[in-house]
Every structure is written in structure tokens, then in C-alpha cells.
């Protein structure tokens, strides 16, 4: 239970130094961080399969994309866009307004919920691929439609058009 | 399923049509390939339903009216591509197959029964969309548009898969007969369960345009070119709300003290400000894309006060507004390609020159604004009787008004067809695919309008 606070603490803190921190670069590298103690998570919930995506996946692949992005997108301070207080009061308002309701909701949860504590072998890959493959066969096949839109959309737009002669 | 696979297979066929440059084979094999998908949804029919693949899609007469409304439509605006997508690029096969694409996610979504199946549905033909809205790709206002409709679909989607988390957590289910059994029984239904709702009810207004979430509409829809505007604003549309009424009707009905409130709201507001500022505009696409965003608020009707009668309802009046909006489309199509702008005025003297056209954009708007023996006044009716049934004399008060406001605008055009005279001389051709797109829309508007019986038995 320490660690889990410990992690759970350390996943807070730098998540709130992803936001405030005014270098973007800074910002992406702490949210790798954050990144990475969910990962830990994924590990303290025996959910081996998603840790290693999650290390892989997001930690790796998408963090390099942003950086690149960042790079590419050369920000500083002139191209920040300036916000008006009405803007800013409404955020603060809608996500205060989102923190009590999720409040609300989640005051309930205890650990020795039976869906918390469940099957506790669940996230192991052998069980995760007999769920995928029996279950939920059908979205497992169907998201390849997602995957080859996605796909022949980037080839679509990324492609350069061939000047008419 | 026949149908979802048919539409799987057939955009991978049309990628290698393109691959070797059958570009006139294009056509006429994707509508071949839509019906005979429509043909399997037809054979279905009759068949007691159940649900297949472990509870993953359930083809009721519900998902199979609104399948059948989604192929037929997306026919329609096929007929209509025949030179259009030519004149933007070269890569005419990958719009066809993006396009079939897109209405396999909405026959999925129409059918699902689990939330995963919702998920992905929605995520095929949203993305698919990104692409086909972005595919002017020297054109400013399309790649903004392309932005503004990428990030705020994924936002939504944030919104979504937070409901269903939440849904998951108070129930331990994806299944949409699970959460029902589970709303029906638990003792002390769990406040994550409410959460859960809200959420799923912001994403799905995103999806569907309502305001407080509307502000990506009018822009995307101005900025995509013209025929994936008629795309979005009638298929994949009527997709999203088929998916919010499924969930609500099946569902949420025995929570309805919890949502009823905050989705009255949500119409309330989306009538007054897609119509107040439909009234304001002067391009007449940017106006097509408020008065969608008004249709939202009298479709949401059916789900204010559910009741058995409301899948009937929403089918009418889809279908009087996808009808409508294809006319429109299609005249704006062939007025821009003369005129060059798709402002009110490009509209001038269409009447003396045209009148065939103009009586088809009349009846389109008439059918839009609700007026009698066309098929939108059989959907407002039905809609606003919904209401009745349940009540809401304020809520049907607001509503007439804003029918009121919606015959002002909508006439705009109409008087601008026949009382005002154009500056020059131009001729507008008629491709015969239009005449047919036309003739076919116009006729089951009125056909619908003068025995509504034919679409209301089918529900």
C-alpha cells in the first residue's frame, strides 16, 4: 500500500509540473515521467501486458513524437496565444465543475470492492489474449478497419500530388 | 453482418481499383457493392434477432431500418461524386474507399451492444471523416477544418471512453443487456454510474453536434468541401444519434430523473442558437450547417421522452432531413461550380433560368422548415408529438418558435430563387446522375409527406 501512495503521489506531482512548467520542453519530458509511474502502476495492478505497451507504447513511440512536433512547431514565448480572463474564468469553472462531479463518483470506491480486487491473474498476457481472441473477437477484427482508414488517410494526405504536365 | 462485411471488403476492393487505374470501374462497383450490401440488410429482415459474437452487435429492426436509411443515402451522395472528387486530386479510389469506410462505422455503430463495438464504430467513421474533410489540401479553410474537427473529436472521444470507464466500474459490464440488468436490479445504483452517464451524454452531444458542444459545426461543415459536408450532416449524423437513442432507450430509461433535466437543457439551447444564428448568415452552406445544428435539437426530441414510439420518430424525421439536405447539397453543388461562391446571392433568378431546380431546392426547404405535405412536416409532427406524450408543454412551446424562426431562413433562399434577378448570363448543366439524385429526393419527400404510413410501419 506505501508504494502505491509513494507512485500515486509522485504521479500527481508530475502531472501538475507537466502543466506548469513554462519551458514545452520541460513539460514533455515530465510527462514522461507521469508516464512512467503509471507504468508502475500497471505493475503494482499485476496488468503486465498493458505496463509493457504502456513502457513501449506511450513512453517511447509517442513522447519521441512530441519532441519531434515541438521541435518542428518551434515554440517560444511570442506564439503563445493570448488568452481573454472570460476564457480562462469559464475553464476554471468547467473543470471545477468536472472535479466534483468526478469527486462525487469516486468517493465510493473502496479497495475491497469486488470489482477492484476481481480476477487478479486478469492482466496477464495469456488471459488478456484469450478475452481478446473469444470475447472480443469481433472489435479485435473489426479495429483493423480502423487501423487501414488511418493508414491509407495518412498515405493520403502525407503523399506529394504529381504536377500535371 | 452480411452487410458490415460486404462494406470491408468492398473499400479494400476499391483501393485496388485505384491501384490499377480502373478509374471508371469506380463508381459503378462501390454502388454495386452498396447494394448488395443493402440486400443483405433487406434479408435480415424478417429474422428474430439476437445478438451474435458474444453480444457484440445486435441487428433489431432498429438497426436494421436506420442500416438500410444510412446505405441508401450514402447511394445518393455516391451518385453525386461522379466529377466532383476528379476536379480536387488524383487519388479518386481512396475517397471511395474512405467514404465506405466511414458508413461501416455507422452501420457498426447502429448495431452495437457492447460498449467496445461503440467505440470502434465511432472511431472508424470519425476518422475517417478527419481525412475526407482535409482533402482540399491547398485550401486553408479545408486543412482548418480538418484540425478543428481532429481535435475536437478526439477530445470527445476522451469524454466517451471516460463515461464508459466509469460505466464499467459501476457495473462490471460492456454489454448493453448486462447494464441494463444491472440498472434494473442493483439495490443502490453507484454514483460512479451517474458520473458515467453524464459523461457519455457530453461525448455523445459532441458527436452529435448539440450545443453547449457545437462550436466545431459550422466550421467544419464550411470548410469541408460540399459533398462531405452532405455527408457528415446527414450519415454520420444520423449514425450518432441512432448510437445516444440505443443507449439511452435501452439502458438509461430507469435513470431518467438523473439526465432528463440536463438534456432539455441541452435542447432548449441548441434550438435557439442554431436557429438564431442561421438567421444571421449569408452564405448559404454556413446557414445548411447551423440549421444541422437546429435539426440536432428537434431530433433529441425523441430522446427527451422516450417512449416506444421513438425510433419511429427519429427514422421520419432522418430521413426527411437527409433527403432534404441531399437536394440542397446537390443545387449548391451545381450553383458553385457555375457562380463560384455559395452565397445567398448565387441563388438570383435560378427560378427563370432553372426551374426545375428551383422547385427541387423548394421543396427541400419547405421539407427542411416543416411546412405540410412534405416529409419534414410528418418529422416535426411526429417529434413534437413525442413531446405531447410526455408533457413538456414549455418544451413544445420553444419549439414552435423556433419552427417559426426556421421558415424565415429557409425561405430566404427560396425568395432569392424567384423575386430577385441575376446579374449575368450563365448556363448551369445538369449531369444526368443529378437529375436522378434529384428526381428520386424529391419524390420521397413528397411521397413521404402524403402517405407517411410507408416509413412510420416500418418501426
Known amino acids: ?144 478497419i480502423l487501423l487501414l482508414t488511418a493508414m491509407v488517410g495518412a498515405v493520403l494526405l502525407a503523399k506529394k500530388d504529381v504536377k500535371k504536365v | 453482418m452480411g452487410a458490415i462485411i460486404t462494406l470491408s471488403v468492398l473499400g479494400i476492393l476499391v483501393l485496388y481499383l485505384g491501384l490499377y487505374k480502373a478509374k471508371n470501374a469506380l463508381l459503378p462497383v462501390t454502388l454495386l457493392g452498396l447494394l448488395v450490401a443493402f440486400g443483405f440488410t433487406v434479408a435480415d429482415w424478417n429474422k428474430d434477432a439476437t445478438p451474435l459474437f458474444n453480444g457484440m452487435v445486435y441487428f433489431d429492426k432498429f438497426a436494421l431500418a ?19 472528387f476528379r476536379n480536387i486530386s488524383e487519388h479518386v479510389a481512396e475517397y471511395y474507399c474512405l467514404l465506405v469506410f466511414s458508413l461501416t462505422g455507422a452501420l457498426i455503430v447502429t448495431a452495437y451492444h457492447n460498449f467496445a463495438m461503440l467505440f470502434i464504430g465511432i472511431e472508424i467513421m470519425s476518422v475517417a471523416l478527419y481525412i475526407l474533410v482535409g482533402i482540399r489540401k491547398y485550401d486553408k479553410a479545408s486543412n482548418e477544418a480538418a484540425l478543428k474537427y481532429f481535435l475536437m473529436g478526439a477530445f470527445s472521444t476522451g469524454f466517451l471512453l471516460f463515461g464508459i470507464a466509469l460505466l464499467y466500474g459501476a457495473s462490471g459490464t460492456f454489454d448493453l443487456e448486462g447494464l441494463r440488468n444491472y440498472v434494473l436490479t442493483a439495490g443502490e445504483i453507484s454514483p460512479l454510474f451517474y458520473a458515467g452517464v453524464l459523461l457519455m451524454l457530453c461525448g455523445l452531444c459532441f458527436k452529435i453536434g448539440a450545443a453547449p458542444f457545437h462550436f466545431w459545426t459550422p466550421d467544419v461543415y464550411d470548410g469541408a468541401p460540399i459533398l462531405i459536408t452532405a455527408f457528415m450532416s446527414t450519415v454520420v449524423k444520423v449514425a450518432s444519434f441512432v448510437g445516444f437513442l440505443r443507449l439511452f432507450s435501452m439502458v438509461f430509461v430507469p435513470v431518467s430523473d438523473l439526465w432528463t433535466p440536463v438534456l432539455l437543457t441541452v435542447v432548449i439551447i441548441t434550438l435557439f442558437i442554431g436557429n438564431i444564428t442561421a438567421l444571421m448568415q449569408s452564405s448559404f452552406k454556413r446557414m445548411m450547417a447551423y440549421s444541422s445544428i437546429s435539426h440536432a435539437g428537434y431530433m433529441l426530441f425523441a430522446l427527451v421522452s422516450i417512449s416506444v414510439t421513438s425510433a419511429a420518430s427519429m427514422f421520419t424525421y432522418a430521413f426527411a432531413y437527409s433527403l432534404a439536405s441531399v437536394i440542397a447539397f446537390a443545387i449548391l453543388i451545381l450553383v458553385k461550380r457555375e457562380t463560384g461562391s455559395d452565397q445567398f446571392e448565387s441563388f438570383n433568378g435560378l427560378g427563370k433560368r432553372k426551374p426545375g431546380l428551383a422547385l427541387a431546392m423548394t421543396v427541400a426547404m419547405l421539407s427542411l422548415a416543416g411546412i405540410p405535405l412534405t416529409a419534414g412536416f410528418i418529422g416535426k409532427f411526429m417529434m413534437f408529438n413525442q413531446v405531447m406524450g410526455g408533457y413538456n408543454i414549455v418544451l413544445l412551446l420553444l419549439a414552435v418558435v423556433n419552427a417559426a424562426i426556421g421558415v424565415y431562413y429557409y425561405l430566404h433562399v427560396v425568395v432569392n430563387m424567384y423575386f430577385k434577378d441575376a446579374d449575368g448570363e450563365m448556363q448551369i448543366q445538369i449531369p444526368t446522375s443529378y437529375k436522378v439524385v434529384l428526381t428520386l429526393a424529391v419524390a420521397l419527400t413528397i411521397l413521404i409527406g402524403v402517405y407517411p404510413d410507408c416509413v412510420i410501419g416500418l418501426l
Open chain 1, 1 to 144: 500500500m506505501t508504494v502505491f501512495y509513494l507512485v500515486a503521489f509522485l504521479a500527481i506531482f508530475f502531472a501538475l509540473m507537466t502543466i506548469f512548467t513554462k519551458n514545452p520542453v520541460h513539460s514533455v519530458l515530465y510527462l514522461v515521467i507521469t508516464f512512467f509511474t503509471l507504468t508502475i502502476h500497471y505493475i503494482l495492478l499485476n496488468a503486465q501486458f498493458l505496463a509493457v505497451v504502456n513502457f513501449i507504447v506511450y513512453m517511447g513511440a509517442i513522447m519521441v513524437l512530441f519532441l519531434f512536433v515541438l521541435m518542428l512547431l518551434n515554440l517560444n514565448k511570442e506564439s503563445e496565444p493570448m488568452k481573454s480572463n472570460f476564457v480562462k474564468i469559464m475553464g476554471a469553472i468547467a473543470g471545477m465543475c468536472l472535479i466534483a462531479t468526478l469527486l462525487g463518483a469516486f468517493r465510493v470506491i473502496e479497495p475491497n470492492n469486488q470489482m477492484v480486487v476481481g480476477n487478479e491473474e486478469v492482466g496477464l498476457v495469456k488471459n488478456l489474449g484469450k478475452v481478446l481472441f473469444k470475447e472480443f473477437l469481433l472489435p479485435f477484427e473489426i479495429s483493423s
Open chain 2, 66 to 84: 436506420f442500416s438500410m436509411l444510412c446505405i441508401f443515402i450514402t447511394a445518393l451522395i455516391l451518385l453525386l461524386s461522379k466529377e466532383y
